[in-house]
């Protein structure tokens, strides 16, 4: 069973309608007690850092996850999920992350060095490029998965940055260290490719 940590910032019910696809038994919960019986972890998230990291810290659940990852229990983080397990973001001013991967989350600057705007928020389909081999992209080639977000990882720990996608700059699409893991896409949303992300996480759940 999949755990889904509810701090009232996520897109729960595509990411639980996902896993009902599945037929993967989850359970969505702000309680360390109930998240406690699952066999993996999958931090959701939509809005701001620094919101987010006030709640995840004012509920101890920064504590939680820090500890339960430390167990060896899985993690995935979805979006700004993702974004919180970095050392820190400069997003409505510099807010300290979860830490597990070296890396800051970034605005797009929404100018090309020789001048010419883009859009931001980086909303819509784009190309998935494979940088390295990991269980969470086994069976996949390539691709196009769903974005939408206006900040971005910026890391110079490249081992960590499992696939990416080009928006102006080269964009952690997908992240990993360990048992920790990451997508600044929506894979409840990106069709075939995502679902088979999110099967494959299961999979890593399954295993540990």
């Known amino acids: 069973m999949i755990g889904i940590i509810d701090y009232g910032m996520g897109n729960l019910y595509s990411v639980s309608k996902a896993l009902e696809r599945m037929n993967y038994e989850y359970v969505i919960s702000d309680s360390p007690a109930v998240l406690n019986k699952t066999k993996g972890l999958i931090l959701p998230g939509v809005g701001s850092f620094k919101d987010a990291m006030s709640i995840l810290n004012e509920t101890g659940l920064t504590s939680y996850i820090k500890e ?38 970034i605005r797009f600057p929404g100018e090309t060095p020789s001048g010419e705007l883009y ?23 390539q691709g196009h998965v769903y974005f939408v977000h206006s900040y971005y990882v910026n890391t110079e720990d490249k081992d960590v940055v499992l696939a990416s996608s080009s928006y102006d700059v080269e964009v952690p699409a997908v992240v990993g260290d360990g048992q920790v893991f990451g997508t600044q896409f929506h894979p409840e949303k990106s069709s075939d490719i995502g679902l088979t992300i999110l099967k494959n996480y299961a999979a890593v759940v399954e295993g540990r």
Do not use: R
Not at 71 to 93: A, D, V, Y
Not at 119 to 141: C, T
């Open 68 to 105: 339960t990852v430390a167990t060896g229990k899985p993690l995935l983080g979805i979006c700004l999920g993702m974004q919180l397990l970095f050392e820190k973001s400069e997003e409505n001013g510099l807010t300290e992350g979860l830490g597990f991967l070296k890396g800051e989350v």
């Open 119 to 141: 859009k931001v928020p980086h909303m819509g389909w784009n190309e998935l490029n494979i940088q390295a081999n990991s269980p969470l992209l086994a069976s996949i080639d």
